[in-house]
Structures are given as C-alpha cells and as structure tokens.
C-alpha cells in the first residue's frame, strides 16, 4: 500500500522522467542519438525508469 510520501515521490519521479526524456530528445535531434551526451543522458532515463519501476513494483 502507498502512503501519501510515497505518491508524492512517484509523481516527482515522474515529473523528472519526462524532463529527462524532453532534453533527451531535443539533444538528440540537435546532436544525433549517438552523440556521447545524449547516451549519458540516456543511461540517466534509464535509471530514473528503473527506480520508477522498482518502487511500483512493491
């Protein structure tokens, strides 16, 4: 069962996931998705998903 901290965190979580993935796109379409930023970037989305997925998981 959430608690109310804990929907607060996933909505947060959320919010930054699609921040993430906006700037991502946008480097990407400015740099090409193989360009050593937007992979950092990438890798960084990946794990905010991840986190995402683990704590709804519970």
Known sequence: MFSIKNL???E???E???IV???MQQLGN???YTDN?????SIELDN??????RRTAD
């Not at 930023?37 to 970037?41: M, Q, S």
């Not at 905010?48 to 997925?53: D, G, H, K, T, V």
């Open 8 to 10: 607060v965190s996933l």
């Open 12 to 14: 947060t979580l959320r």
């Open 16 to 18: 930054e996931i699609e």
């Open 21 to 23: 993935r906006g700037r």
């Open 30 to 32: 400015e740099k090409g």
């Open 37 to 41: 930023e937007v992979l950092t970037i």
């Open 48 to 53: 905010l998903i991840n986190e995402y997925q």
